[in-house]
């Protein structure tokens, strides 16, 4: 059940954070790095891996399914992860906040968003270096993203 606590450790060497961006290229066919992040998705569960994201991430992502795709696609995205036990979800507590926030104000050379920086805050809490995300933010935070395109400059944002 999404939002549930995490009762087990994650192996960094074989879990993927999935950010925002990486989730809305999976769930649109439409999205240039649709096929290349599904192959990374299903490299990394194929390998015995598992997929990392936030209580964060989820919200942004299930409103931007549904301005963007639909109701009925935000509904099946979220009943497909839901019922996914290879889908681990971080909670964003008062700490992981707190942290997010002394980036976010620090940060001045860099457009991030909040959700960016609680996000950082969960991969390095556990030592998750690979995301799976087109968001230029997290190689330039020093994270590894996958697929690699080219950087097309396109933000998923609420406001757009």
Same mark, same amino acid.
């Given at each position: 059940?999404?939002?549930?606590? +995490? ?10 954070? /999935?950010? @925002? ?9 439409? *999205? +240039?790095?649709?096929?290349?992040? $599904?192959?990374?998705? *299903?490299?990394?569960?194929?390998? =015995? =891996? ?10 942004? @992502? ?13 509904? =099946? #995205? #979220? ?5 996914? +036990? ?18 976010? !104000?620090? #940060? ?5 968003? !909040? %959700?960016?920086?609680?996000? !950082? /805050? ?10 799976? @995300? ?10 590894? %993203? /996958?697929?690699? /395109?080219? *950087?097309?400059?396109? $933000? ?5």
């Amino acid at each position: 059940m999404v939002g549930s606590k +995490p009762t087990s450790k994650v192996s960094s060497s074989l879990a993927l954070f /999935v950010d @925002t961006a990486g989730w809305m290229a999976m769930a649109d066919a439409a *999205d +240039p790095a649709h096929e290349a992040s $599904r192959r990374e998705r *299903d490299s990394c569960l194929e390998g =015995g =891996g598992m997929l990392v994201s936030t209580d964060y991430v989820i919200d942004e @992502t299930l409103t931007l399914i549904r301005v963007r795709l639909g109701l009925s696609a935000a509904e =099946g #995205w #979220w009943a497909q992860i839901d019922a996914s +036990p290879r889908i681990r979800w971080e909670r964003i507590d008062a700490s992981r906040a707190e942290k997010a926030r002394t980036r976010f !104000f620090a #940060w001045t050379d860099k457009n991030l968003s !909040f %959700t960016d920086c609680t996000s !950082f /805050v969960v991969m390095e809490e556990l030592s998750l270096r690979r995301a799976l @995300t087109t968001d230029r933010h997290f190689s330039q935070a020093g994270f590894e %993203t /996958v697929p690699r /395109v080219p *950087d097309r400059r396109r $933000r998923y944002s609420i406001g757009e």
